[in-house]
């Protein structure tokens, strides 16, 4: 199911459903049980707030015998991602384009910033690689 963008990040104001977010992001399909281990609360609690994620689309499930992993709707959190860089005020979109603001040192900041961000992400989805690689191999 799809959301509206305003109810996708009513649903990440909770911090640990960005934890979810975050350990799917960096661990890839895991369990609810595993999850609840790793976020450190009860398996109970991570099934409504997986319930709640599911139903913003932001993770799906896909049955696999007793076990259903989860995992991120990437297209969903790219759509939050565009709609966060509509109203981002941190330059990393100028373009230099004729009408838009000029960079500042603020500026200059939250692209450092964010590049350092870029950068340890991409370390993930390398390790992430690496390892699906791995797996392929045995």
């Known amino acids: 199911m799809r959301s509206e963008p305003s109810e996708m990040f009513k649903v990440l ?9 975050e350990l799917l992001k960096s661990k890839g399909p895991i369990g ?12 109970a ?3 409504q707030h997986l319930k709640i994620l599911r139903h913003a689309g932001l993770v799906r499930s896909e049955r696999n015998g007793y ?7 990437e297209k969903a ?21 004729s009408g838009e ?13 964010y590049e350092k961000e870029l950068q340890n992400e ?13 797996n392929k191999g045995k």
């Open 77 to 97: 959190l790219e759509n939050c991602r565009d709609v966060l860089n509509e109203v981002c005020t941190c330059g990393c979109r100028e373009t230099g384009n």
């Open 32 to 43: 609810a049980k595993n999850i609840a281990e790793l976020v450190g609360i009860t398996p």
């Open 101 to 113: 603001k000029e960079l500042s040192d603020s500026n200059l900041e939250s692209l450092e910033r």
């Open 45 to 47: 609690a991570v099934s």
């Open 122 to 134: 991409l370390i993930t989805v390398r390790e992430r690689i690496k390892k699906i690689e791995k």
């Open 13 to 21: 104001a909770v911090d640990t459903r960005v934890k979810i977010i």
């Open 67 to 73: 076990w259903i992993p989860y995992s991120i709707d």
